[in-house]
Structure formats: C-alpha cells, structure tokens
C-alpha cells in the first residue's frame, strides 16, 4: 500500500513539474542534502520498480510528502549515495 501511495505521489509531482524537458521514459529527480545545491539527475522510469530506488522515494517522503520545493521529485540523499544505488540497477 505504501508503494502504491509512493508511486501515486510521485506521478502526481511528475505531472505538475519540469520534467516535460526529459525524454520520454526518464524522470527528473534533485538529488541533495539539506542545505546543498540540488543537482538534476534524469532516472529511467523502470527504476520506480526496484526496491532500492522505492528506498530513496520513501526517504523523500518522509522528508517532504508529496510537496517538494524544486517542482520535481527531491531525493533528499547525499549525491554519492543516489549515485551508487541507481548505478547497482543499471542492466537490471
């Protein structure tokens, strides 16, 4: 239930912000501490399916609901973090 209400949320986020720049297939996401310059990333949305990827959706969750103040999906994670999760799914 929790993974649907995460997916819902994201989507509804998805609609509302910028990321109609992004090719289609990929998402935009900011990706950063608390007070550090969020950095865009651009995610295949086949990563909306993998439980490490939901792990960072659930952080961002808790963190922010579903109001995130960039317009797009805030993963509130230190950089290295994202970058290490999302390269393990790459090829999956």
């Known amino acids: 239930m929790a993974l649907l209400r995460g ?3 994201a989507k509804k986020i ?3 912000s910028v990321t109609s720049t992004a090719p289609k297939g990929f998402l935009a996401v900011y990706v ?3 007070k550090v310059q969020k950095k865009r990333y ?3 949305v086949s990563y909306l399916n993998h ?3 939901q792990a960072l959706l659930t952080k961002s969750e808790e963190e922010f609901g579903f109001d995130h103040p960039m317009g797009g999906l805030t993963i509130p994670c230190p950089e290295d973090t994202f970058i290490t999760v999302t390269s393990g799914l790459k090829g999956r």
């Open 32 to 34: 950063g501490e608390e």
């Open 7 to 9: 997916l819902l949320g």
């Open 51 to 53: 439980p490490s990827f």
């Open 14 to 16: 998805l609609s509302r």
């Open 42 to 44: 651009l995610v295949p």
